[in-house]
């Protein structure tokens, strides 16, 4: 079942580090196709495989069973040096003993092309990332941001059919991250290429990402674009760890479902009476309303004024917490203070149910 | 606590470096006495220097000393660099690996050079520089091995990977890359066993035969017919020997960081 239009096809990948009973599966019946040209992001918790995958596709681990193919061609079973994919390291990995010219022009020298071309294409390549003026510098004189651009340059120089990038922003500081993840997706669009792109940073997945595959326990999760993940998560896992969330245990109840905290929600959403679920809404689908029909009483805790809404922190009557991000709030009517009861409304379009 | 805020810290230092060094101190400071009995100072010369020169025992010694010490050098330190390229990765019974590796510095050389001696007359190899090359190279490995592979477990792995990733295959991969990065472990390396060799006196005594006395065999041979400055001048000389080569490299070693 090759698709003829994927950059990169996993296909029932499996791996597993140790051997006998300690051995730990790190990836489970993994697959996966990535589009040409497309930004596609492994999200997860450390330990959750996406790194293993990004490695198995470059050729640092082998595979235990299953395929990879690039551009249709079967790789796994090749060294690194021979798939035509780059990787930008996490820790950058510049060689220390070479200039910056000298690390970029690293591949082209491998490619055997000419000396006069080397020297183009490594200027070309630091020129994209605006690193052309460190050209003579050793690795060890940049700071930490000018190594990211020159391992970036150092990738791309030999116009790999892909990029791996291994959390390569995740050792710069927040400003210089969202400069940077600005820079990527520039640098992506000009190249042309396709990044797999790996992260923990679900708020950067979100920014950055075509498609997400959000892993965990070595298994994706769900495979989709930032908005369907964001809003319509397939799993509690993933709705809790993608943004902020409300997650309210509750149990099927007939037509509706009996929430502990006292409040109910028509309909079952498909789960079968008795069941124990769990209700999710994010905080800025949640409403304050009047009294009344489908809404619950809460009391607010802490009310955060953050310019473009305010974020209500608020415990309902089962003591749990539940945050509320009102954006109407303004034009005179003055944010609920602290201690005092309001009212919270959840619409039924801005649920999602999830078996417990 | 601030050490230098112990009482008597300066004065045990000051007493523990005239206790290292007062001894080799005199024994330079004796070199350069006209005077013939070693330990009676008369007046200021390099006269000692030039016998020495001109003493062919002594050239012939120091040219054994020489070639043992560099091909003891060479040798111990390719077979340390490909143990330490071995043990890389590790791999149930690497602490066994390395022990073994190090056993020549806790082994007593006096036993190691007996047992060599027995074993080379069993088997008919000669006394000489054909004993002592072998030998030497044995007793180098864990000089040479330590500093190198202090540098390799220094060494980013994600930098072997990434030139695998660049296109260059394991061989390039090590000639590019780790190789060059390694490179002053190995320098480091090959010094501490030149050195090491140079003055070593139990296992050349033990192996020498004869055209193949080493400085330290002569030293000792020389020394029973009476402490004489001649004496003083060649240790004078193996020391600043000794102590430049380790300089050097030390040097070299910055500089390539």
């Not at chain 1, 050729?59 to 690194?80: A, N, T």
């Not at chain 1, 209500?312 to 602290?338: C, N, S, V």
């Amino acid at each position: 079942m090759t698709n003829p239009q994927s950059a990169i096809s996993v296909q029932s990948v499996s791996k597993s580090f140790g051997r006998g009973d300690s051995a730990i599966k790190v990836l489970q019946d993994v697959a996966v196709e990535i589009g040409t040209r497309e930004f596609f992001t492994l999200l997860g918790p450390s330990g959750c495989g996406k790194t293993t995958l990004l490695r198995l596709i470059a050729g640092f681990e082998e595979l235990d069973s299953g395929s990879i193919l690039i551009d249709g061609e079967r790789v796994d079973h090749l060294p690194p040096f021979r798939r035509p994919v780059n990787t930008v390291f996490q820790n950058y990995a510049l060689f220390p003993h070479l200039s910056v010219a000298q690390n970029v022009a690293f591949a082209l020298e491998m490619q055997s092309l000419s000396r006069a071309e080397v020297i183009r294409r490594a200027g070309e390549a630091l020129e994209m990332v605006r690193m052309a003026a460190f050209a003579n510098r050793k690795p060890s004189e940049l700071s930490g941001g000018q190594q990211q651009r020159v391992a970036l340059a150092r990738a791309l120089a030999p116009r790999p059919k892909v990029l791996l990038l291994d959390e390569p922003l995740s050792a710069l500081d927040l400003k210089l991250r969202k400069q940077m993840q600005i820079e990527l997706k520039q640098l992506q669009a000009e190249a042309g290429i396709t990044f797999v792109f790996v992260t923990h940073d679900q708020e950067e997945a979100l920014t950055l990402s075509d498609r997400i595959a959000v892993m965990q326990g070595g298994r994706i999760l769900q495979l989709d674009t930032p908005r369907a993940i964001y809003e319509r998560p397939s799993h509690r896992f993933v709705a809790d760890f993608i943004g902020d969330i409300n997650l309210l245990e509750g149990k099927v109840d007939g037509g509706a479902i009996q929430l502990d905290c006292g409040a109910s929600v028509a309909g079952n959403f498909g789960h079968a009476p008795g069941d124990r679920v769990t209700v999710a809404i994010r905080p800025e689908r949640a409403r304050l309303a009047k009294s009344g029909e489908g809404s619950f009483a809460a009391e607010v805790m802490h009310s955060a004024y953050l310019g473009t809404a305010t974020l209500l922190q608020l415990r309902l009557a089962d003591g749990r917490e539940f945050l509320l991000r009102e954006t109407r709030i303004g034009e005179g009517a003055a944010p609920p203070e602290k201690g005092s009861r309001v009212s919270v409304h959840l619409p039924d379009s801005a649920l999602q149910v999830f078996a417990a | 606590m601030n050490l230098r805020r112990l009482p008597f810290t300066r004065e045990i230092s000051l007493g523990v470096l005239v206790y290292l060094y007062v001894p080799v101190m005199v024994l330079i400071f004796y070199s350069f006495n006209a005077n013939r009995t070693a330990t009676v100072w008369s007046e200021a010369s390099l006269d000692w220097y030039r016998k020495i020169l001109v003493n062919p025992s002594i050239r012939d010694a120091t040219w054994n000393s020489l070639v043992l010490a560099t091909a003891a050098g060479l040798g111990s330190t390719l077979l340390a660099l490909a143990a330490a390229l071995g043990t890389k990765n590790r791999f149930r019974g690497l602490a066994v690996v390395e022990a073994i590796l190090n056993a020549p510095l806790i082994l007593p050389e006096v036993v190691v050079a007996v047992a060599t001696l027995m074993l080379f007359v069993a088997i008919g190899i000669d006394m000489g520089l054909t004993a002592m090359i072998p030998a030497h190279i044995a007793f180098c490995i864990p000089f040479a091995y330590l500093p190198i592979r202090a540098r390799l477990e220094g060494m980013n792995p994600s930098l072997e990977e990434a030139a695998q990733d660049l296109y260059a295959n394991r061989f390039v991969t090590f000639r590019r890359v780790t190789l060059p990065l390694m490179w002053p472990g190995i320098m480091a390396g090959f010094t501490l066993a030149f050195v090491t060799s140079l003055d070593d006196f139990l296992t050349s005594f033990f192996l020498s035969g004869p055209g193949s006395t080493t400085l330290p065999v002569y030293i000792f041979s020389a020394i029973r017919a009476g402490i004489t400055p001649e004496i003083n001048a060649i240790s004078t000389i193996m020391l600043i020997v000794s102590v430049a080569l380790v300089v050097t490299s030390f040097l070299l070693g910055k500089i390539r960081r």
